[in-house]
């Protein structure tokens, strides 16, 4: 069992990462999903990089640096998920401690994401990964 983790550099490879960030956002298209990810990469930065095993692709991160008056230079992980057969294999942690590297590599201040109130699973994933609720996040629809 060959396992890599790599950066989505082409439209094949990011075709491949769809289904695995799709189990995260169900609604997605794939021309939604394309679309978005060209406009965050083109002016965010945004960056996808996901960990396959033999070829199939088993765990995905998207992730971008943002800069704020609260955090100053920091990553900002809007995506992360490993496909229904795959978590609880240590993937997750290992896609966190890259993000925590590039955020070293870069000089960032740290790193943040948001989760959902509801995503106990997740939350304890992160706790276990050493990461602390700080906040708790608003939205609003238009």
């Known amino acids: 069992m060959e396992k890599k983790l790599f ?13 695995i960030l799709k189990e995260l956002r ?11 990810y060209d406009q965050a ?9 996901a960990i396959e095993e033999n070829g199939k692709i088993l765990s995905v991160m998207g992730y971008r640096i943002l800069y704020d008056f609260v955090r ?8 992360l998920v490993s496909t229904e057969e795959a978590r609880s294999k ?8 890259y993000a925590e590297s590039v955020a070293k590599e870069l000089n960032c201040n740290g790193l943040r994401l ?11 994933f992160y706790e276990r990964n050493g990461w602390i609720q ?8 238009l």
């Open 7 to 19: 950066a989505v550099q082409t439209k094949i490879d990011l075709e491949r990462c769809f289904p």
């Open 26 to 36: 169900p609604s997605l298209t794939l021309s939604e999903y394309i679309f978005i």
């Open 41 to 49: 990469h083109r002016t965010d930065g945004y960056e996808i990089v």
């Open 72 to 79: 100053g230079k920091h990553i900002y992980i809007d995506d």
């Open 90 to 97: 240590g993937l997750g942690a290992e896609l966190l401690f």
């Open 114 to 124: 948001c989760t959902g109130l509801d995503n106990n699973r997740g939350m304890k």
């Open 134 to 141: 700080r906040a708790i996040a608003y939205t609003k629809k």
